[in-house]
């Protein structure tokens, strides 16, 4: 029965003999095995995995990372993947990466799953960042991932064995993300909190400065790192940290504020001098005059600097008698030395109010006190406005003829339109107040008004000359050269004939003998009347030489009056 068996196995009893042969071990591709190396040819190893054929393997996937020829030597015992059972040459085809690639999975599993580090080392530079061997799976470490801070050389970090923090797995895709930074910034963290825990607020330190930017300068104060702020480095006016400090330097520094919840840390290097502001009252009381040095100009004015750590700013609007929205600038410059008199001290605040133009005479008293009110200037036209002329006088100063005040007679619209920007006219000084920096001129006043007193009166006779000839009457001047008067002569008061009352019968320059009926001073007005100086010496006439009732005629008695007149003469 035996004998007929083996003649004639059937596949079950073939498979019953191999498991037999096998030692029942359960091969199956596509997992790790271990076996045993029989030789070492070359550059391989031949390693029997208990299979009735051997595999081959490249020495170089048993060398550890750093090693150029791996220890190996026929008869120890390794692990390999089992790709294949048999290839077309009868051979197993196994890999030590491979069998690595799948231990290090899986042990790489279970610590991303405690979320520990591992360890691990860069063995090369990829686009965007380096690849990690952590023991035989490979890793993807991005740049900005290397260093706390970005690493120019990373030559010294390559191949050497150290932590990693795994950031992402994907097995299926084979992808794993690592990071040293993360390594780094939780050591830090933990040396931080403990650093910080040794320090306290008001305690003063050495530190060494490590780096320098536009706001401060971060300051090593052993192994965390604390920010002194441009301005607590000095009490003086600091433009940039790197006018006191440069990278390397060994400050003392004061701890003026530690946050507990950020771990930021605050110093200071000014706490450690005497404040220049304690008693800044009395060293600078108001109303005196120091002179200081312009720090800083802005649009609001400028500051200026009394000694190391104290400024006072003179605003814009107390930095000129005369310019007015005008940028500082224009007016100082920076490093300049002024002379400058405390308006305001503020200590609470720290502030000092300064003023400019206070520290030199103000031109409206100078003004005054070179031409008192009643006294002649004289000017330059600067501007004409709707409400009067603007003339230009000592030290930049500026006085106001208004409209009324340029001429007796004329309405002020007419006679400012006499006057062109660049003349240069007199005036005579009004009022000068100093407070509102302003005086007042008049023009008119050079010359006497013409209505004061009783300079015209009804009934008087006045020698006018025409200045205009109109179809309604005539216009005429009269009175002094230097207090001229104007009026109108209407048709109706041209002559005591109506033959005669013809405006053409006149010319401009004519010279004409009229009597003033009304006087109106409110109003400034002359009403002059030739036909009432014609009645008036007909009276006069009649009453001297003759009556109606005499029989005599009009044309003798006047010619009687006239002769007599002539005889005088």
């Not at 191999?18 to 190893?45: P, T, Y």
């Not at 005196?288 to 006072?312: C, S």
């Not at 106001?400 to 007199?426: Q, T």
């Amino acid at each position: 029965m035996a004998d007929d068996l083996s003649l004639n196995p059937s596949r079950d009893d073939f498979a019953a003999l191999l498991d037999e042969s096998l030692g029942g071990r359960d091969f199956m591709e596509g997992q790790v095995v271990h076996g045993k190396v029989v030789a070492i040819e070359k550059d391989f190893a031949i390693v029997d995995v208990g299979l009735k054929t051997e595999g081959r393997v490249p020495l170089k996937e048993f060398a550890n990372p750093g090693e150029d020829k791996p220890a190996l030597k026929a008869g120890d015992t390794v692990e390999v993947f089992l790709e294949r059972v048999e290839n077309a040459m009868g051979e197993a085809v196994i890999s030590r990466d491979k069998a690595r690639r799948e231990e290090a999975w899986t042990r790489l599993e279970a610590v991303y799953e405690r979320n520990e580090p591992v360890m691990g080392a860069i063995v090369g530079r990829v686009k965007g960042g380096f690849t990690v061997d952590l023991g035989g799976a490979s890793a993807f470490l991005p740049g900005s991932q290397v260093d706390i801070r970005p690493v120019r050389d990373v030559g010294p970090l390559m191949g050497r064995e150290q932590p990693f923090a795994i950031l992402k797995m994907d097995r299926p895709r084979g992808n794993i993300v690592v990071s040293r930074r993360a390594i780094l910034e939780e050591a830090r963290a933990e040396q931080r909190t403990e650093l910080v825990s040794q320090l306290q607020e008001g305690e003063v330190r050495e530190g060494v400065v490590k780096n320098i930017t536009d706001y401060g300068a971060f300051v090593d104060l052993g192994g965390i790192d604390g920010l002194l702020h441009v301005t607590d480095m000095s009490w003086k006016r600091v433009n940039h940290p790197s006018q006191v400090l440069a990278v390397g330097d060994t400050v003392k520094v004061q701890i003026v504020k530690i946050n507990p919840e950020t771990q930021r840390i605050s110093l200071g290097m000014k706490q450690l001098q005497s404040d220049p502001w304690d008693g800044v009252e009395a060293k600078y009381p108001v109303g005196a005059k120091f002179t200081g040095r312009i720090t800083n100009i802005t649009d609001y004015g400028a500051f200026v600097e009394l000694e190391p750590g104290v400024e006072g700013l003179v605003h814009v609007s107390e930095m000129s008698w005369t310019k007015k929205n005008v940028h500082p600038g224009k007016i100082v410059s920076t490093s300049q030395e002024v002379d400058v008199v405390v308006l305001d001290v503020d200590p609470s605040k720290r502030r000092v109010s300064l003023g400019l133009k206070q520290a030199m005479a103000n031109p409206w008293e100078a003004f005054l006190e070179a031409h008192p009110i009643g006294s002649t200037v004289e000017g330059e036209v600067k501007n004409a406005t709707e409400f009067g002329l603007f003339i230009g006088l000592d030290s930049d100063i500026d006085g106001m003829v208004h409209l009324s005040d340029l001429d007796w007679a004329a309405p002020g619209e007419e006679a400012i339109a006499r006057y062109n920007k660049g003349d240069v006219v007199k005036a005579k000084v009004l009022d000068v107040d100093v407070e509102k920096e302003r005086i007042s001129l008049g023009i008119k006043q050079l010359s006497g008004d013409p209505m004061s007193g009783d300079t015209f009166r009804k009934g008087q006779t006045v020698t006018c000359t025409v200045t205009e000839v109109t179809s309604g009457g005539i216009e005429v001047r009269f009175g002094e050269d230097d207090a001229p008067m104007t009026a109108f002569i209407r048709k109706s008061d041209l002559s005591r004939d109506r033959a005669d009352q013809r405006p053409e019968r006149f010319a401009v320059g004519d010279r004409v003998d009229a009597q003033v009926t009304n006087v109106d001073k409110a109003a400034r007005r002359v009403s002059l009347s030739i036909k009432a100086l014609e009645m008036a010496e007909e009276k006069e006439a009649i009453e001297q030489f003759g009556s109606s009732d005499s029989g005599a005629s009009l044309g003798d008695i006047l010619g009687a009056a006239l002769r007599e007149k002539a005889q005088k003469e």
